[in-house]
């Protein structure tokens, strides 16, 4: 049986009394895209730091292509590329001259180093702005230019930590395009996001991390599945009905009303019956349904529903 | 780990010279120091040599011939030059008074018009009056400048008073010869015979003491303001780690197999080369443009080579501890500015008062400037310069020890 690309067992990080990560044990298989997500300060960042080498881990070992990280940190790195969520670049210099310096750092000289550049910003779509300097460069470029680094000396395993932060529509669509390209050319991809339809859309597993543990980690499917609500919205006419309203208070429904009708919106585990017996109702009371809307189970519900609803920071 | 060391120095080197207007402030600034304050000093190190000696109005009221025969005098000694007329004409009070006062000159002698009546009186009677020779200066003037000329002058007049009594006293004890005593005494011509001095007094340095040897204004400034440039390191040296730091850069150069000490030592090299190429350059300037003697040339490199480090040991130290670009600035300007001035950079050290002097001793600047003065001016070579050479590495050494102590890679 392959080993793992990456093994993460027993990982803990304490700061002082602070447990920030507790007993963290996951592996993902090779070209797999496996999906860390999780509201802020639930520990993803320290996990991540902890998998790149970056943080000492109070305890718990790390395995990068079967190889400790701990023990042999040098050949463990060299299996590892690191998209970090901040650009990580310097400004000063052109995009060409930031990979040549990184893929040095990868071992990479002459026309090998050559070769790899080229390919990086192909890979991105930067190939026609290498010359320009990174300063001049909008977001989205930066955000493409930080992920070809990662992908530089064609390291096994990409750890990316929400690569996709502040960027418009159409450079997130590219980056995730590059994303699924290296998947599909066996790459293995440890993916940190907060725009959980990247997650629905690349991953084929996802851990959602809360408080510094795992508290669910299955495929997006699987999880949408066990935990999923889907989302009822209706609109009625004026004036609401009071058994109708009270029913639909009952059930935690948000009003967001208007002059010409009342809006309600609510997540039900059992949505088809859930709207079947509402439109019932309202046949009942008289009432005018304006419109009515039934959205499918995401994993943003998932989330939602195993993480709370409280804002955290 | 050599070819990262390589690549991190390259890139640094990069960024540096992307900022060709920082990197070349870092040269322009000493050099700008060196040339300006070496011609602006020239006057208080060099002033009373015979090449620039300090000028000194006279106004001669003196009816009588003594005041002329002190102004001879004073003539013959090196380093004071004596106006007695502008213009064309004869200097008055009023005339002196204005010109000093309008700092054209730091000081006018003046002997009144019964200048020699009164040298007269004096020494023919215990009861008159001292005569008496005015000094017109403008308060503002050098008193360390000022005191060897006084002192000068008096001795010279006291000298012409003196020969007077002698003649006094010898016409009075012998005044029974009648005429045949202006036979016996010494020709006129004689006793208003200038001043010759009759001992050539000589200053020299023993080897290996500091105390006697005191440099010329360029010896002071190229060497000084060197040491003032070098220290100026320290601000682009902790904003580019502070900057690496923040931007996250350090992060991923860590995730790349690579230690922390070859990302440091790839990353402060550049720093090391650009201070021996400013040390390099500014003494350049010295030789070029004022004509300075380096004394034993490979004498300056220990010196060179620790001073350098110490500079990039300080700039670590201050990433380390800063942790704003504000506090970055405000250290690196307080390491750099006030470190000098209290090392005898901007005013030399023997000139403070001895609380200063004792303060002096422990900054690495005081150190620098004196491994460079023992070799520039007292002719001290490699092997004489090791105590400064060790201070400054260990200064190198304590400042790298509280860096490594606090620095992070991350915020």
């Known amino acids: 049986m392959m080993a793992p690309m990456i093994l993460v067992d027993q990982l803990k990080k304490a700061y002082g009394s602070s447990l920030v990560v507790r007993s963290l044990s996951f592996r993902v298989e090779k070209g797999e895209c496996f999906g860390l997500l999780g509201p802020n300060g639930a520990g993803k960042t320290t996990t991540i730091g902890m998998i790149s080498g970056l943080i000492p881990p109070s305890a718990g070992v790390v395995y990068i292509g079967g190889v400790s990280l701990s023990a042999h940190p040098r050949e463990a790195k060299v299996n590892l590329g690191l998209v970090p969520q901040d650009f990580a670049l310097y400004p000063a210099l052109t995009a060409m001259d930031n990979l040549v310096f990184f893929g040095r750092l990868y071992g990479l000289w002459g026309r090998a180093l050559s070769n790899r550049v080229a390919y990086a910003l192909e890979a991105v779509r930067l190939a026609d702005r290498a010359d320009m300097t990174v300063s001049a460069y909008s977001n989205g470029m930066k955000r493409r230019l930080n992920l070809a680094v990662g992908l530089l000396h064609d390291p096994a395993v990409i750890v990316l930590d929400e690569p996709t932060v502040g960027i418009d529509a159409h450079s997130r669509h590219a980056i995730v395009n590059s994303l699924k390209d290296l998947i599909n050319s066996g790459k293995t991809l440890l993916y940190c996001t907060h725009h959980l339809w990247e997650a629905e859309a690349l991953c084929s597993r996802v851990a959602i991390m809360d408080s510094g543990r795992i508290i669910a980690m299955d495929t997006p499917r699987q999880l949408i599945r066990k935990h999923g609500t889907g989302l009822i919205r209706i609109e009625l006419g004026h004036p609401v009905h009071g058994h109708l309203l009270e029913t639909l208070q009952r059930n935690g429904a948000v009003q967001r009303s208007s002059e010409r009708h009342a809006g309600f919106q609510f997540q039900s585990a059992r949505p088809n019956a859930d709207l079947e017996r509402l439109l019932k109702l309202a046949e009942e009371c008289n009432a005018t349904v304006r419109s009515a809307q039934l959205l499918e189970p995401t994993l943003e519900t998932v989330f939602l529903n195993l993480t709370g609803r409280s804002v955290r920071d | ?411």
């Open chain 2, 1 to 411: 780990m050599l070819r990262q060391i390589a690549a991190i120095a390259l890139k640094e080197l990069k960024i540096l010279l992307k900022d060709l207007e920082a990197l070349a402030l870092l040269f322009a600034m000493p050099v700008f120091f060196i040339l300006v304050m070496s011609f602006a000093l020239e006057g208080v190190f060099e002033a009373g040599t015979a090449n620039h000696p300090i000028e000194m109005l006279l106004v001669n009221l003196d009816k009588g011939p003594i005041a002329k025969q002190i102004s001879k005098d004073i003539e013959t000694v090196k380093g004071i030059k004596i106006i007695e007329e502008i213009e064309g004409a004869a200097l008055t009070r009023h005339r002196a008074e204005a010109l000093v006062k309008e700092k054209s000159s730091p000081m006018a002698i003046l002997f009144e018009n019964d200048f020699s009546e009164s040298v007269k009186r004096f020494v023919a009677s215990s009861e008159a009056d001292l005569p008496r020779v005015s000094l017109i200066i403008d308060p503002a003037t050098n008193r360390q400048l000022l005191a060897p000329v006084q002192a000068a002058i008096r001795a010279l007049v006291e000298r012409r008073v003196a020969i007077s009594r002698q003649i006094h006293q010898i016409k009075e004890r012998f005044s029974t010869l009648g005429e045949e005593i202006e036979a016996v005494l010494p020709r006129q011509a004689a006793l208003s015979a200038p001043y010759a001095p009759a001992v050539d007094l000589a200053i020299l340095a023993p080897k290996g003491t500091a105390s006697t040897v005191r440099p010329s204004a360029t010896e002071q400034n190229v060497p000084g303001y060197t040491v003032f440039g070098v220290f100026f390191i320290v601000l682009p040296l902790a904003a580019g780690f502070m900057r690496e730091r923040h931007d996250g850069t350090f992060q991923r150069i860590l995730a790349a197999p690579i230690s922390k000490w070859t990302l440091l030592v790839g990353k402060l090299l550049p720093y090391y080369m650009v201070n021996l190429v400013q040390i390099g350059l500014m003494f350049a300037v010295g030789a070029v443009v004022f004509g300075m003697h380096f004394g034993t040339f490979y004498g300056l490199i220990p010196i060179s080579l620790a001073l350098a480090a110490c500079a990039n040991g300080l700039g670590l130290m201050v990433a380390a501890l800063g942790r704003t670009e504000a506090q970055i600035g405000a250290m690196g300007v307080f390491f750099a500015v006030v470190l000098s001035a209290l090392g005898g950079i901007m005013v030399p050290t023997f000139v403070m008062p001895d609380v200063m002097k004792t303060l002096s001793r422990f900054t690495p600047h005081a150190w620098a400037l004196s491994g460079y003065h023992d070799v520039m001016l007292r002719g001290l070579g490699f092997a004489d310069v090791w105590e400064e050479t060790a201070v400054l590495s260990g200064f190198a050494a304590f400042f790298f020890l509280i860096a490594l102590w606090r620095f992070r890679f991350t915020e």
